[in-house]
């Protein structure tokens, strides 16, 4: 069974960078796409960003509240995948998740399949 | 970029109750669209994928529509687990989620 532990999070000062974790057990995460994914509390979904696979050239996409400042990166030694943030702003205060994505039948990727349980990061002076 | 608009924000039924949630796609996404459940403290749950594909375990009651632009996701009989909020979300670019729509039960 799929196993995602996200890890890393905590309370960082504006301006300051953390970089967050997630550890896969039953994947192995270079075959796959991941997405992060964030929740403001008492807000909605929103996405962070991608990575996919290492046979798909492992390409990572940004949406632009994010871009330039979030990277996501993979250590295929260790099954985890990473989320690097800096410059962070008190906007980004939020529960992050880690997500597979889902592959259909025609190869193409969508729909977080499975979640990490969430890590918690707190940006504030 | 792909804007998703959910309809309505909030909606109270009674159980037994037909509902229907509306999801709209700035421009088209064809049927790459996923619909998820999320209840409070909870991780989300992915419901169905390309539009009205439900994945295991999904209640038959959950059924999903639409193509293009517009889409729904329904409960056919509205029972006390489901209430929770429902985001719809694309990835025909990228993705991106609609803001949420609250059901709670009357």
């Known amino acids: 069974e799929v196993q995602l532990v996200d890890s890393g999070g905590g309370l960082v000062k504006p301006g300051g960078s953390l970089r967050l974790s997630c550890a896969a057990s039953g994947i192995t995460l270079s075959n796959a796409w991941m997405s992060w994914v964030r929740q403001a509390p008492g807000k909605g979904l929103e996405w962070v960003g991608r990575?996919?696979?290492?046979?798909?050239?492992?390409?990572?996409d940004y949406p632009a509240p994010v871009k330039g400042r979030f990277t996501i990166s993979r250590d295929d030694s260790k099954n985890t995948l990473y989320l690097q943030m800096n410059s962070l702003e008190t906007e980004d205060t939020a529960v992050y998740y880690c997500t597979t994505e889902r592959r259909d039948s025609s190869g193409w990727y969508g729909g977080a399949d499975y979640w990490g349980q969430g890590t918690l990061v707190t940006v504030s002076s | 970029d792909i804007q998703m608009t959910q309809s309505p924000s909030t909606l109270s039924a009674s159980v037994g109750d037909r509902v229907t949630i509306t999801c709209r796609a700035s421009?088209?996404?064809?049927?790459?669209l996923a619909w998820y459940q999320q209840k409070p403290g909870k991780v989300p749950k992915l419901l169905i994928h390309?539009?009205?594909i439900l994945e295991n375990g999904v209640p038959s009651r959950f059924s999903g529509g639409g193509s293009g632009t517009e889409f729904t996701l329904t409960i056919s009989s509205l029972q006390p687990d489901d209430s929770a909020t429902y985001y719809c979300q694309q990835y025909n670019s990228y993705r991106t989620f609609g803001q949420g729509t609250k059901v709670e039960i009357k």
């Open positions: 390309k539009a009205s």
């Open positions: 421009q088209s996404i064809s049927t790459w």
């Open positions: 990575i996919k696979s290492k046979t798909d050239g492992g390409r990572t």
